[in-house]
């Protein structure tokens, strides 16, 4: 049994990965930001106990006495790409210092690192982030193995869902010039299969690899390639007139990305990545590579079966505090409430499954015109609108994105889900669901509680209590009792 260091253990591609490391026999140590955002519910009590959860944030300086020095080998994970601060190059150089540092001290025989293509002699500096993290990584004491990814196909991530937003909510698409760039995408589960076949190959060790589909395509042939697993018919109408702060801005209020990250993409898209061979072939076997249309049909299957595991949403930065996280009750002294109570007259399972299915593709059960416009308000102020949608339909975690709320607190047991607003406010808002059982009744509490912060957030809430009025009535009504 291995000891293994995986960071980024509740990010995108670390989720992913551990319970292949479990199955492969191997003793996990996940240093994470917030031990709260861990998905310990979806793990047996025999796997919890081959997973030991540490908090370390490696974005700040520290000796971080607090991990285990005695490892076998380490994945590298860590990524800002949504970063919203200017120097997130420079952020990112630091973290990979302080991880190089650390991991220099200890016993491991090898560092994974999940890269970027990055073969141009131009970077963007998304790309070129990486390639410095990769540099640090190979300066340290421990033989790093670096896969260069280009675009990564898979339930959940950020390329996919972009392409998603656009092509089915757009017949017809006025689009930048950048679709002409070509790529080489690869399947998530292709991606999983390297970073895990790679491990204690001592022949990838100080070594990097560009790893990459069968297919080689431009950004509009992707975006043709969906319509036609979705059996969709897409007009797209290249223009060169679009900047790429225009760009940033188109992507931005088309799709559920943030403005942040959808500038670094527009800016790394005018590298391609194409991989340079296929030199890691020779140490891992993959069985099936499969191509771009049969990586869209596993990650729709995926999605339609709600079995998304982690998504790019549930980790991009926005007001949100994460010492919310995990909060199970909302403030009571300096605060507005509206709250709301409702007999449920017809089957409680039924009232449960609506509240755990708010939001995303079901929408909020009442007036959705009006929640789409409150999102398409928040867009323009530049937050995040309601496209982002849910990571499953079905499921609910603690730090889940859930439209433009976050999840900070959720018990079946106890029939309680907790949201906190991550839109554009003048203060903090939450939104609370709560089944009781009163006097042999079944009732549905729904409070939606605001602190405001000055005198414009008092005005706020003066102003869209009418709204809140008829509208979370008729919410709370129908989760309640259905339509």
């Not at 399947?187 to 970073?195: D, P």
């Not at 433009?404 to 808002?429: I, Q, S, T």
Request: hydrophobic residues 40%; contains cysteine.
């Amino acid at each position: 049994m291995a000891r293994i260091l995986l960071t980024g253990s509740t990010g995108y591609i670390g989720r992913r990965l551990i319970e292949p490391l479990l199955e492969e026999g191997h003793f996990l140590i996940c240093p994470v930001r917030d031990k709260r955002r861990f998905d310990y519910e979806d793990f047996s009590d025999e796997q919890l106990e081959r997973i030991l959860v540490l908090e370390a944030d490696f974005s700040e300086d520290g000796d971080f006495d607090q991990l285990p020095r005695d490892l076998d080998a380490a994945y590298y994970l860590i990524h800002s790409m949504s970063d919203k601060t200017e120097d997130f190059r420079k952020k990112e150089s630091v973290t990979a210092e302080n991880f190089s540092s650390y991991i220099g001290k200890s016993t491991a025989r090898q560092v994974i690192y999940l890269s970027g293509i990055v073969n141009d002699d131009e970077l963007s500096d998304h790309l070129a982030s990486r390639y410095d993290v990769e540099r640090i990584l190979e300066k340290s004491q421990i033989p790093t193995t670096t896969l260069r990814a280009g675009i990564i196909i898979g339930s959940g991530s950020a390329s996919f869902e972009i392409i998603r937003d656009l092509v089915e909510k757009l017949p017809v698409m006025i689009a930048p010039r950048w679709l002409s760039s070509r790529c080489q995408p690869i399947s998530l589960g292709n991606v999983i299969q390297y970073l895990i076949g790679v491990l204690f190959k001592e022949e990838c060790y100080q070594n990097s690899f560009d790893i990459a589909g069968p297919e080689i395509l431009t950004y509009k042939g992707m975006l043709h390639g969906y319509a036609k697993v979705r059996n969709l018919r897409r007009s797209i109408i290249v223009v060169p007139v679009l900047t790429p702060h225009l760009s940033s801005l188109w992507m931005f209020f088309v799709t559920s990305t943030s403005y942040y990250l959808a500038r670094h993409l527009v800016e790394s898209m005018k590298n391609e990545v194409i991989a340079r061979d296929n030199e890691i072939d020779q140490y891992v076997k993959v069985d099936n590579k499969y191509g771009y249309e049969e990586a869209l049909e596993r990650a729709l299957m995926r999605v339609d079966s709600g079995g998304v595991t982690s998504s790019w949403k549930d980790s991009v930065e926005t007001n949100f505090n994460k010492h919310f996280v995990g909060q199970k009750s909302t403030p009571k002294y300096g605060v507005f409430k509206d709250k709301k109570v409702v007999e449920i007259n017809k089957d409680v399972a039924s009232a449960m499954a609506r509240i755990w299915q708010i939001g995303g593709e079901n929408g909020w059960y009442y007036g959705n015109w009006l929640w789409g416009i409150r999102g398409l308000m928040d867009k323009v102020v530049g937050g995040v609108g309601l496209r982002r949608g849910r990571r499953s339909q079905s499921d609910l975690k603690m730090g889940d994105a859930l439209d433009f709320w976050r999840v900070l607190y959720v018990n079946r047991d106890e029939r309680k889900l907790l949201l906190f607003a991550e839109m554009k406010l003048p203060g903090d808002a939450w939104l609370e669901f709560h089944i009781r059982s009163e006097s042999g009744k079944h009732l549905l509490y729904q409070t939606a509680t605001f602190r405001p912060k000055g005198l414009w957030g008092r005005m706020y809430w003066w102003l869209v209590s009418p709204f809140h009025m008829f509208i979370f009535r008729g919410m709370a009504s129908r989760i309640a009792n259905g339509w």
